[in-house]
């Protein structure tokens, strides 16, 4: 969430900044719930000096025999006029929280201005687009070679998930082995995260509660089915003063995500493109605040260098003030190139978030012994994800006869196999 002593102080600077999101932000109850929070400790900090004071007083008047009732009667009246005030003070501060909570993070100045996804600029291409006649979408490739299962899905489960069989199983299982193997290679520490999380961490990351019809809680619990593993990542260090000198922090994990897709209705029906359930491998960073955008720039890079392996056309776009994520500050797409519908697709969206996760998870750290502990920028981005991978595979390496090549660099993952064909 935004720093509350830089939006008091600036209330106007933070609604013009935040025009560029296309909204209006409304900080009229966050400034009042401020006013009420200073008026209030102002307050007690005068009673509670008139307290002190007094009780020396009730002090003397005891230790000269005196009779203290009068003066002692009018402190129990005073203690419970500044326990009231304490209360008002609570409930400020909570509400100053909660609108917190509701405002989202301020775009990095170097986002462009736009309304939607049509408004991204297309920062650099890669590779060469395949040449495939009559192309087919990949749920069509895939249902004809047996390898996914859509109606029986819907039979045990519903709309919106997949049974992958047989190869296509061994395919999903190698793409993510693959992304870990090469990230784990370079700089990041593999983690394999619980996929359930508490209310606390979910809010930690910015999930909830502005996105609470997204998430899957399961009922008379405080359990959440994780949306991706950013927020299990990102929540190990919560409440925590990291050491200066052991930013940055690279981590990856693989991890099953859920998420409802509760305003997606309507959209991306057929396929794998938009499940309730799918697996991800997530990129997650903690940095020292004047190099998160040095860091923002190399996991986009290690995001790409895995598209660049399997030899899967891409593009790198960046979201406009209009198409930003609630909690980002800045944010590249990664659009993989889907072959059977001539489009573009996001298969990774990194995201830098300055110090706005950290605030709400409380993750800082000390340069050194004697400084004050200074929050983190925190990073994440999809490395990548593994259903929209594979349905980029099955479109874009699709043969006349109806098979789909293996990409080389996945052939040692899938023993050996160089081809999935029909049976």
């Given at each position: 969430?935004?720093?509350?002593?830089?939006?008091?102080?600036?209330?106007?600077?933070v609604?013009?900044?935040?025009?560029?999101?296309?909204?209006?932000?409304?900080?009229?109850?966050?400034?009042?719930?401020?006013e009420?929070?200073?008026?209030?400790?102002?307050?007690?900090?005068?009673?509670?000096?008139?307290?002190n004071?007094?009780?020396?007083?009730?002090?003397?008047?005891?230790?000269?025999?005196?009779?203290?009732?009068?003066?002692m009667?009018?402190?129990r009246?005073l203690?419970?006029?500044?326990?009231?005030?304490?209360?008002?003070?609570?409930?400020?501060?909570?509400?100053?929280?909660?609108?917190?909570?509701?405002?989202?993070?301020i775009?990095?100045?170097?986002?462009?201005?736009?309304?939607?996804?049509?408004?991204?600029?297309?920062?650099?291409?890669?590779?060469?687009?395949?040449?495939?006649?009559?192309?087919?979408?990949?749920?069509?490739?895939?249902?004809?070679?047996?390898?996914?299962?859509?109606?029986?899905?819907?039979?045990?489960?519903?709309?919106?998930?997949?049974?992958?069989?047989?190869?296509?199983?061994?395919?999903?299982?190698?793409?993510?082995?693959?992304?870990?193997?090469?990230?784990?290679?370079?700089?990041?520490?593999?983690?394999?995260?619980?996929?359930?999380?508490?209310?606390?961490?979910?809010?930690?990351?910015?999930?909830?509660?502005?996105?609470?019809e997204?998430?899957?809680?399961?009922?008379?619990?405080?359990?959440?089915?994780?949306?991706?593993?950013?927020?299990?990542?990102?929540?190990?260090?919560?409440?925590?003063?990291l050491?200066?000198?052991?930013?940055?922090?690279?981590?990856?994990?693989?991890?099953?995500?859920?998420?409802?897709?509760?305003?997606?209705?309507?959209r991306?029906?057929?396929?794998?493109?938009?499940?309730?359930?799918?697996?991800?491998?997530?990129?997650?960073?903690?940095?020292?605040?004047?190099?998160?955008y040095?860091?923002?720039?190399?996991?986009?890079?290690?995001?790409?260098?895995?598209?660049?392996?399997?030899?899967?056309?891409?593009?790198?776009?960046?979201?406009?003030?209009?198409?930003?994520?609630?909690?980002?500050?800045?944010?590249?797409?990664?659009?993989?190139?889907?072959?059977?519908?001539?489009?573009?697709?996001?298969?990774?969206?990194?995201?830098?978030?300055?110090?706005?996760?950290?605030?709400?998870?409380?993750?800082?750290?000390r340069?050194?012994?004697?400084?004050?502990?200074?929050?983190?920028?925190?990073?994440?981005?999809?490395?990548?994800?593994?259903?929209?991978?594979?349905?980029?595979?099955?479109?874009?390496?699709?043969?006349?006869?109806?098979?789909?090549?293996?990409?080389d660099?996945?052939?040692?993952?899938?023993?050996?196999?160089?081809?999935?064909?029909?049976?």
């Open positions: 969430m935004l720093d509350a002593k830089f939006v008091a102080a600036n209330p106007e600077l609604v013009e900044k935040l025009k560029k999101r296309n909204i209006t932000v409304d900080l009229t109850r966050f400034l009042q719930a401020e009420a929070r200073k008026a209030g400790l102002a307050e007690v900090e005068l009673m509670k000096a008139e307290r004071a007094t009780s020396k007083q009730i002090g003397i008047l005891k230790k000269n025999g005196e009779d203290a009732t009068e003066i009667e009018k402190m009246e203690g419970d006029k500044i326990a009231e005030l304490d209360v008002k003070v609570r409930e400020a501060e909570e509400t100053i929280r909660t609108e917190l909570l509701a405002i989202p993070n775009p990095n100045e170097t986002v462009p201005f736009g309304d939607s996804d049509a408004d991204n600029p297309v920062q650099r291409k890669w590779g060469e687009l395949p040449q495939i006649e009559n192309p087919k979408n990949h749920w069509d490739v895939a249902t004809e070679l047996g390898i996914l299962d859509f109606e029986r899905a819907a039979k045990i489960s519903g709309a919106r998930f997949t049974v992958y069989r047989g190869l296509g199983a061994r395919l999903e299982r190698a793409v993510y082995n693959f992304f870990l193997d090469t990230h784990t290679s370079k700089t990041y520490e593999e983690i394999f995260p619980p996929f359930m999380v508490n209310s606390r961490a979910m809010t930690g990351t910015g999930q909830l509660p502005k996105f609470a997204d998430m899957f809680h399961i009922e008379n619990t405080d359990y959440y089915l994780i949306p991706t593993a950013e927020v299990p990542v990102t929540n190990l260090y919560a409440d925590e003063i050491e200066g000198a052991n930013l940055p922090i690279h981590h990856c994990a693989y991890s099953a995500c859920f998420r409802a897709e509760a305003g997606s209705a309507g991306d029906t057929r396929g794998i493109i938009r499940q309730h359930q799918f697996n991800k491998v997530e990129l997650v960073k903690f940095s020292l605040p004047e190099n998160s040095d860091e923002l720039e190399s996991l986009t890079h290690d995001a790409e260098v895995l598209l660049q392996m399997l030899g899967l056309p891409y593009q790198v776009v960046t979201l406009c003030g209009g198409d930003l994520g609630f909690s980002s500050a800045k944010t590249y797409d990664i659009e993989v190139y889907m072959a059977g519908a001539g489009i573009y697709r996001e298969i990774s969206s990194c995201s830098n978030f300055e110090d706005y996760q950290a605030r709400r998870a409380n993750i800082r750290f340069r050194d012994a004697k400084s004050r502990p200074e929050y983190v920028h925190t990073l994440n981005g999809s490395g990548l994800a593994v259903g929209r991978t594979v349905a980029a595979i099955l479109e874009n390496y699709q043969q006349p006869d109806g098979s789909v090549k293996i990409p660099v996945l052939v040692k993952y899938m023993g050996g196999v160089e081809y999935i064909t029909k049976k």
